[in-house]
Every structure is written in C-alpha cells, then in structure tokens.
C-alpha cells in the first residue's frame, strides 16, 4: 500500500508523543545508575545509589507492598459479592448503591483524606496505624474492582448458568463459588490488577494519611525528591518502576475483559475513569 | 432488560448480607467523612460563610480561577494531542504500531508524584531541555517550577487515559460514512470535522471532563514541582497544614469536590447511557 504524505506526517507527530512519554522515564533510570548524573553518563555506571535508596528506604517498600496487598484482600471480599447483587439485581436499589461505591473516584484524594483526619484523627491508635492509610486506600479502589466484576458479569450470561447449575439442585452458596465466581476470574484479575497498581502507587490520600512511622512508598519518593540528590531520587524512582511497570503492562493485557467479551456481545465497555494524579 | 424471573424469596436477605462489607466501608470512610468535612466548614468562625469566602476571598478566587484555568487548557491541549494521534493509531497499520500505544497508554498509572519528577528529569535544573538549550544557544531553559511545568506534567498524565477512550469509540465509527462524504467530493479536512469529530463527540465530552476532573484534583505533581502558582489542591493544603485553618481547608475541599463531581456527572448525562456505563 502507498503511505500518503499525511500518513508520515502523522506518524512523526506520534512518535514526537511517545517521546515526550518515555524520555524522562529512560533520563530517570540512567540517573539513577550514573555515578554523576550532571558530569553525564562518561562518569560511570554505578549501582551505589540503588544500593543506598536499599538502605534509606526499604520500610516504605514493605509497607506499600503490605498495604496493597491488604487493600486487595479487603476489596475482593467487599467488592466481588457486591458487584454479583448489583447484577443479580439491576434497578433503583442497585443503581444508588453502585453511584455511592463509585462517588470516591470523583472527589479529590485531598479531600477524603481530610474527612478522614477530622474523623478520626481523635482515635489515636488508629491514626497512627498503617490501618488508616488502608482505609483511604479501600474507598478509592473499591470501585474499580466492583466495575470490573460488574461489567464481565453483564458480558456473560450468569443468569443461565446459575439456572442450570440450580436445576441440577446447586444451592445458593455452590452456585456463587462454583458457577458464579470461576465465571468472573477475567473481571477478578482485572480488578486486582487496578487495585494492586492504584495502592502502590497512591499519593493523594497518603500524604495527608501518613506519620513519620507509616511511609510508603510515593511518600517516600516525594521526600527523596524535595531532600536528596537527583541521582538518588532517580534510583528511588527506578526501583519504583521496577516494581509498577510489570503490573501496568499485566493490566495493558489483562485490564479490559469485557471489551473483549464485548465483541462477541454488545456490552458497555470499562475504561478506567480516574487513576490518581 | 431481562424477562421476569422468580426471585426465590429467601434469598434476598443473603443478596443484602453480601452487600454488607463494601456498604459499611464506604459509609464508615467516606460518606462520615465527607458529612464531617461539610459540618466543618460552616462550624469555623464565619459559619456557613466560610463557603462564600470560599468563593468571594481573592487569595481563594485567584486559586480556584488559576485551576480551572489550568484544567481546561490541559483537557484542550490533551484532547488535541489524543485525537491525532489515536485515530492515527486506530485506522492505520503498521510495524511497531503496538510499541507506540503501548509506550503511550504505560504511564497510565503514574503517581503524581513521579510525573513530577519526569517534568524534572525534562524541564529542571539538570533537565534535557535546559542542556540541549544551552548547548544550542547558550541559554539554560528551565521551566519545571513555573506554571508551563505543571501544565506539562497535567498534559503528560491525561494522554494516557484520553487516547485509550479515544481509540476504542474510533473503532466503533462506521467507515461508510466517510467513504460517502469522500465519494461526495469532501475534503480529508472536511471528513475529519464534518463525519469524524462529530461521531466522536460522547468519547470527547466523556474523557475531557475525566481529564478536566483529575487535573483540578491533582496534588501529587504541583507537590512535587513546589510550583509557584498556588493551584487549588496546594491552596488547600497549605490552609489545613500551615495555617491550620481546618474550616476554611474543610470549605475548599467541598467547593473542589463539587466541581469534580458536576464536570463528571454532566458529561455522563450528556454522552448518555453507554459512556455512563463506561464511566
């Protein structure tokens, strides 16, 4: 096929994009093993800086890694159940429930962080626990599980299946974890991923929801980016990555099942409304 | 909407229970919250008139105008740069195609925080754009702590999501339509405005306000560039945590809250039932 003269302008103006994404991401991993980032990458290669962000900052790894793992655990129990009723149920009712669990996602981190501190900034104990940056961190992500389970539920027939699974004299609980559940494992996935990729990397809540012995690990990166040395900030932000890239390309494949159910049935897709920012 | 089907009864008050958890986690940590924060901010020493110089004070309307200001520009700019490049990526197909919309649909997920850094490792003291600029010229351009900055930063978080709704309503359009209006004698300009844009309206409306919506509500990058303009969310911040002015943080927070909700709820009541199902 003969490329017109637009289609190569077109295809510079997009690959000029795509160098605006991904040259800082590529500066910010060289700095971070360069021995001196401003003399260039002539001063060496150097693992000291990863090694020394190792030291400074492995807590707030841990207790990200923590935090989101306890945040998936919490929004798989709440969530999945839930996103079932609503479509075992559709109407009024399931309607405003759905619109609640999904309001956080419209209203600033900063905000709900504030509601959380003016409420319960008294119970001490709770406060200072990484318990109540988990708590901020559940509001938020629950409505990107409950949405992802939602929308492969209405792709599928569940309907069908749990009547043929009751017909053979399934109760109510062997048809949820048998038949039902098995049937969601695209949408499960999905939302994990979402859950596990939006907790590592939260910003907006945890800032205003950390103490000095609760850091995680954005927390910690804001920290090394206002007090350390650009190279140690960028291996800081390189061990990040390390961690998240992995997961943001699970999600590039695994993120949107019912946009692929969907071309065999007419349902609406899910895109992600809101990430953090 | 599916035939009437028999409800066994007994299984109701189950369907209930199992709503259960995720009902009482977003009631204890955000609609407590939330009514918290609107008690507060009419329980400072104006009242409810903490909201009305919310909106009358000039420190507060100068940030909330900057912000709104600043939002729009980058939802603009955004949905320019996600348009061309989308539906450039959507009709045609080549080697190395995947690699691009994998490289622009990655950062997806990036903190604020980190998009911050980015801007630095571009637009700051030891940036790119300052090298290459004084390399050329001998000028040092540096502009990641001034408003170009966060708009930069804004513009870099929004591709992400904008071109991925964009590319998935572009393969939805009917080609028919523009090979009539190109049998007609229609320019490639005038098919891209009068057939393309127009059926590409709700994904537009629907992903610019998403876009208008987060970048109003954005925290992480202002924070991390310290920028010297006082955008809403850094307003906020500093009341509550400097000034500790916790009625006037609380009112602000309400005002901010509201506008990210109005910009989210408009465009899903004018791009109808399909993108409010998409969100």
Redesign the interface.
């Known amino acids: 096929m003969k490329r017109a003269g637009?289609?190569y302008a077109?295809?510079a103006?997009?690959?000029l994009?795509?160098a605006?994404?991904?040259?800082?991401?590529v500066?910010?991993i060289l700095?971070g093993v360069t021995a001196n980032?401003?003399q260039g990458i002539g001063s060496g290669l150097t693992l000291r800086w990863v090694v020394q962000v190792w030291g400074l900052y492995a807590d707030t790894i841990r207790l990200s890694v923590i935090i989101a793992l306890a945040c998936l655990a919490?929004t798989l129990?709440?969530?999945v159940?839930?996103a079932?009723?609503?479509a075992?149920?559709?109407g009024r009712v399931a309607r405003l429930?759905e619109e609640?669990?999904?309001?956080?996602i419209?209203?600033?981190?900063?905000?709900?962080a504030?509601?959380?501190i003016?409420?319960?900034g008294a119970f001490e104990g709770f406060r200072k626990s990484w318990l109540f940056i988990l708590?901020?961190h559940?509001?938020f992500t629950?409505p990107f599980m409950?949405?992802a389970v939602l929308a492969v539920l209405l792709a599928i027939d569940f309907?069908t299946l749990e009547e043929g699974a009751a017909s053979l004299g399934a109760g109510?609980w062997q048809r949820f974890l048998g038949v039902v559940l098995p049937n969601c494992r695209p949408g499960i996935l999905a939302g994990s991923l979402m859950v596990v990729?939006?907790s590592l990397?939260?910003?907006?809540l945890t800032?205003?929801l950390h103490t000095p012995l609760t850091k995680t690990l954005?927390v910690g990166?804001?920290d090394s980016?206002?007090s350390m040395r650009?190279e140690v900030?960028?291996a800081y932000?390189l061990v990040?990555f390390v961690i998240?890239?992995p997961?943001?390309?699970l999600?590039?494949r695994f993120g949107q099942p019912a946009?692929r159910a969907e071309r065999a049935a007419p349902?609406?897709?899910?895109?992600?409304?809101?990430?953090?920012? | 909407m599916a035939a009437p089907r028999r409800h066994p009864r007994s299984e109701a008050p189950l369907l209930a229970a199992l709503t259960l958890p995720a009902l009482a986690a977003v009631v204890a940590f955000f609609v407590l919250p939330m009514i918290r924060l609107v008690m507060l901010g009419a329980a400072g020493p104006e009242g409810l008139g903490a909201y009305a110089a919310a909106l009358t004070t000039p420190r507060y309307v100068e940030s909330l105008a900057a912000t709104i200001l600043l939002s729009a520009g980058v939802t603009l700019v955004t949905l320019a740069i996600a348009a061309a490049s989308g539906l450039f990526l959507e009709r045609n197909r080549f080697r190395g195609r995947q690699v691009l919309i994998a490289i622009l649909t990655l950062p997806l997920a990036f903190p604020g925080v980190v998009i911050g850094f980015m801007v630095i490792m571009l637009a700051g003291r030891q940036g790119l754009i300052g090298s290459i600029s004084a390399a050329l010229t001998g000028q040092k351009i540096v502009f990641a702590y001034s408003a170009a900055g966060l708009f930069m930063g804004y513009v870099y978080f929004s591709i992400p999501r904008v071109i991925l709704t964009i590319m998935a309503a572009a393969e939805k359009l009917d080609r028919a339509l523009e090979e009539a209006a190109r049998s007609l004698g229609a320019s490639n300009w005038q098919v891209v405005r009068d057939v393309v844009l127009p059926a590409l309206r709700p994904a537009l409306i629907a992903s610019g306000a998403i876009c208008f919506a987060t970048a109003m509500g954005a925290f992480g990058t202002a924070f991390t560039l310290a920028t010297n303009i006082d955008v809403l969310a850094m307003t906020i911040y500093t009341e509550f945590t400097l000034q500790a002015n916790f009625a006037m943080a609380a009112a602000l927070s309400i005002v901010l809250g509201a506008i990210t909700w109005v910009a989210l709820t408009v465009a899903r009541s004018l791009t109808g039932a399909t993108v409010a199902a998409a969100g």
């Open positions: 637009l289609f077109q295809l103006f997009t690959i994009v795509c605006f994404m991904v040259v800082p991401v500066l910010s700095a980032f401003f919490a129990i709440a969530g159940p839930t079932y009723v609503l075992k149920r559709p429930i609640l669990l999904v309001l956080p419209a209203i600033p981190g900063l905000a709900i504030l509601g959380l003016t409420t319960y708590a901020g559940v509001v629950l409950v949405r309907r109510f990729t939006l990397g939260e910003f907006n800032w205003m954005p990166l804001a980016y206002a650009l900030a960028s932000t990040f998240l890239v997961l943001l390309v999600l590039q946009r349902v609406a897709a899910t895109v992600p409304e809101r990430a953090p920012a």
